[in-house]
């Protein structure tokens, strides 16, 4: 009974020293019960009973217990591990997982609010009326101020159109700044495709993108690091994230953004893979010639490790293992493949819906040129800087260059197609203004990009929701896309945390554009990390991967600090500080006596995430709250503006 009540009292990983221990008793006992010579000859040895040894027979039967003792893997796992998928495999399979979880989480309920919100009230109608007429129109508004001060007659148009009165756009073209037009032309694919102007259909195809995104964030994150724990943890961080959700289920073009440029980079990271390969051929070819080595450099142990992100194969000369040949060439051209093609179309297409996505274009290029630069130094070539500049550099702006304007200029394809679009005729009613030796057409959308400009660096205004950029990385601040109190107790027909089942008729419901603190904090403490580890260590091209789309998607944005600027632009960049965390996990990864490491600190993470995601879920999804459960959720005194 004590043996009994012991072993329920202690957990599995005691069991093996009750077996050790009941394994001496018996030696013992054998030794003080041996028989007599005479006894040996005539009875069968007796063996004293022990009663642990009983019970673990008896509850846990003799194969669980094998190996002197040590517990044997379940039979789930046993399975696993005889039916296990290869890594390549899951690697599509857990990050899909995610990914319809997310989606679940982004078109559940996606008609909530069923008004416009924030700057849908720019974009949808905007959407509308290209789908309608070819170009946006100027809608009825007789008591507006500004863009941001539009009036109460802004107000009852949205409620109009929310309501479906939506053909009361006017005949002239809209002359305020709304970005280029295919951000919008993608808001109006869903409103098509539904056949209407209703909140799932306008909201549609941000949904759909950013879904997508949880999918991409996983195989960049596997392109990176090459870990199927590493990139789920990023679809997870990417799921849960305020910020994705947010712009994932409104109409507005941030989360486009972020979805073009995080495919882009995708891109350039299989033309980096495609790159080393082709010059690793070649080096191979180029060793093999006479006379073409003409030194050899031992590799580092940690470039042995592949700490660098990229294993190299050690090579045998002379008896001496693990050195780079360095040959007399600058290897062959790599500057043209189809992944960097694609790379700078979808680069252009994002520059298409906010001309933000132009810093993207730029940093992007500039890094994937450094990036075959360093693969020729690193594989073994002697001239890799010149060949850097030229092989690679100049070759690629000469495609990369025309091929972007060209795919932009596509962009604007409906403004060049209706005769009345805004400033689409400026030229013949300007002549001899403007860019005097381009032709007319082109010089009128050169003068449009001017004037919207203007207009975009005369938005100054503070308004309760903006912040500045230095707020952005750690999400100090929310915008607040829309908040409405209910002071009566409502039958919501989705689900509450307020009313009558709730106990209180103080109810609430917002779309409070921020990230989940998890997500970014960790995020930004391992951007740091990074930037500290590359200084110190140096040689690890992925440091430069992961602050890319920082230097691209924040950075530009300290230089407008006296303009008006709102916190969910940081969802372009968001996708780079999921990477931040990646790299930290991988550097767990890297040294064999962190493997339990990795997977716990993966395990905290994901969990975290999910907890703190779904906890602040009704923030973010118009969920009715009751006053104190919304306080309780402000987490930072920057989230409770504007309500």
């Known amino acids: 009974m004590e043996a009994t009540e012991q072993l329920n009292e202690n957990p599995d990983a005691q069991i093996a020293k009750h077996i050790q221990a009941a394994k001496r008793t018996q030696a013992t006992t054998d030794r003080h019960t041996q028989p007599t010579t005479t006894d040996r000859h005539t009875q069968p040895a007796k063996h004293a009973t022990n009663p642990v040894l009983e019970f673990l027979t008896k509850q846990r039967g003799a194969k669980a217990y094998a190996n002197g003792g040590s517990p044997q893997p379940g039979r789930f796992v046993r399975w696993w591990r005889a039916h296990r998928p290869s890594t390549r495999v899951l690697g599509w399979i857990a990050p899909l997982i995610v990914t319809f979880i997310g989606g679940f989480l982004r078109f559940f309920r996606l008609d909530q609010?069923?008004?416009?919100?924030?700057?849908?009230?720019?974009?949808?109608?905007?959407?509308?009326?290209?789908?309608?007429?070819?170009?946006?129109?100027a809608w009825p508004d007789p008591d507006a101020g500004s863009i941001l001060n539009l009036g109460a007659g802004a107000a009852k148009i949205d409620n109009e159109f929310a309501n479906g009165n939506v053909n009361i756009f006017l005949s002239q073209p809209e002359e305020i700044f709304t970005h280029p037009p295919l951000g919008k032309w993608l808001i109006a694919i869903g409103m098509k495709?539904?056949?209407?102007?209703?909140?799932?259909?306008?909201?549609?195809?941000?949904?759909?993108?950013?879904?997508?995104?949880?999918?991409?964030?996983?195989?960049?994150?596997?392109?990176?690091?090459?870990?199927?724990?590493?990139?789920?943890?990023?679809?997870?961080?990417?799921?849960?994230?305020?910020?994705?959700?947010?712009?994932?289920?409104?109409?507005?073009?941030?989360?486009?953004?972020?979805?073009?440029?995080?495919?882009?980079?995708?891109?350039l990271l299989h033309h980096r893979e495609w790159a080393l390969a082709k010059l690793r051929m070649a080096?191979?070819?180029?060793?093999?010639?006479?006379?073409?080595?003409?030194?050899?450099?031992?590799?580092?142990?940690?470039?042995?490790?592949?700490?660098?992100?990229?294993?190299?194969?050690?090579?045998?000369?002379?008896?001496?293992?693990?050195?780079?040949?360095?040959?007399?060439?600058?290897?062959?051209?790599?500057?043209?493949?189809?992944?960097?093609?694609?790379?700078?179309?979808?680069?252009?297409?994002?520059?298409?819906?906010?001309?933000?996505?132009?810093?993207?274009?730029?940093?992007?290029?500039?890094?994937?040129?450094?990036?075959?630069?360093?693969?020729?130094?690193?594989?073994?070539?002697?001239?890799?800087?010149?060949?850097?500049?030229?092989?690679?550099?100049?070759?690629?702006?000469?495609?990369?260059?025309?091929?972007?304007?060209?795919?932009?200029?596509?962009?604007?394809?409906?403004?060049?197609?209706?005769?009345?679009?805004?400033?689409?005729?400026?030229?013949?009613?300007?002549?001899?203004?403007?860019?005097?030796?381009?032709?007319?057409?082109?010089?009128?959308?050169?003068?449009?990009?001017?004037?919207?400009?203007?207009?975009?660096?005369?938005?100054?205004?503070?308004?309760?929701?903006?912040?500045?950029?230095?707020?952005?990385?750690?999400?100090?601040t929310d915008t607040l896309f829309i908040g409405k109190y209910h002071v009566q107790p409502l039958s919501f027909d989705f689900p509450t945390l307020c009313g009558p089942s709730a106990g209180s008729s103080d109810c609430l419901t917002t779309v409070a554009n921020v990230g989940n603190p998890v997500v970014w904090w960790v995020g930004v403490a391992c951007l740091v990390a990074a930037l500290v580890m590359a200084i110190i260590r140096r040689g690890d091209w992925r440091v430069l991967a992961v602050w890319s789309g920082m230097l691209a998607g924040w950075a530009p944005w300290l230089l407008y600090m006296n303009r008006t600027t709102y916190s969910f632009y940081s969802i372009a960049f968001l996708p780079w500080v999921i990477l931040a965390t990646c790299y930290w996990l991988d550097w767990l990864a890297r040294r064999g006596r962190y493997v339990n490491s990795l997977r716990n600190a993966a395990v905290v993470l994901d969990v975290a995430t999910i907890a703190i995601g779904i906890y602040l879920l009704p923030l973010w999804t118009f969920v009715p709250m009751t006053t104190t459960a919304w306080l309780f959720r402000m987490i930072l005194p920057g989230w409770a503006r504007g309500m």
């Not at 009326?129 to 129109?137: D, F, K, S, V």
């Not at 495709?193 to 995104?213: Q, S």
């Not at 203007?454 to 230095?470: D, E, G, K, M, N």
């Open 283 to 476: 080096h191979e070819r180029d060793v093999a010639r006479p006379g073409m080595v003409i030194r050899s450099i031992a590799l580092t142990p940690r470039e042995r490790r592949g700490e660098g992100g990229d294993r190299l194969k050690a090579n045998t000369v002379a008896g001496q293992p693990s050195v780079r040949l360095v040959v007399a060439s600058s290897g062959p051209i790599i500057a043209f493949s189809g992944w960097r093609l694609a790379a700078f179309i979808l680069l252009a297409l994002a520059t298409g819906i906010k001309w933000s996505g132009g810093y993207f274009l730029a940093v992007f290029a500039i890094i994937s040129v450094l990036w075959d630069g360093y693969n020729r130094r690193i594989v073994g070539y002697r001239g890799w800087f010149g060949a850097m500049v030229a092989k690679d550099g100049l070759l690629t702006a000469l495609y990369a260059l025309p091929l972007c304007i060209a795919t932009y200029l596509a962009s604007w394809m409906s403004w060049f197609l209706t005769p009345d679009a805004f400033y689409r005729h400026w030229a013949e009613e300007n002549p001899g203004s403007g860019v005097v030796w381009l032709p007319s057409t082109p010089r009128s959308l050169v003068q449009l990009h001017i004037h919207d400009v203007q207009v975009a660096s005369a938005i100054s205004a503070p308004t309760p929701s903006s912040s500045t950029a230095l707020a952005w990385p750690l999400q100090l």
């Open 113 to 137: 609010p069923r008004v416009l919100v924030f700057d849908e009230h720019y974009y949808v109608k905007d959407a509308w009326a290209m789908l309608q007429t070819g170009t946006e129109r």
């Open 193 to 267: 495709v539904f056949g209407g102007a209703y909140p799932f259909a306008w909201r549609f195809t941000a949904a759909l993108a950013g879904t997508l995104a949880i999918l991409l964030i996983a195989r960049v994150a596997l392109r990176l690091f090459h870990n199927v724990t590493i990139a789920t943890t990023a679809a997870i961080f990417m799921a849960f994230d305020g910020q994705a959700i947010t712009l994932s289920r409104t109409a507005m073009l941030d989360g486009f953004l972020m979805v073009f440029v995080l495919g882009a980079f995708l891109c």
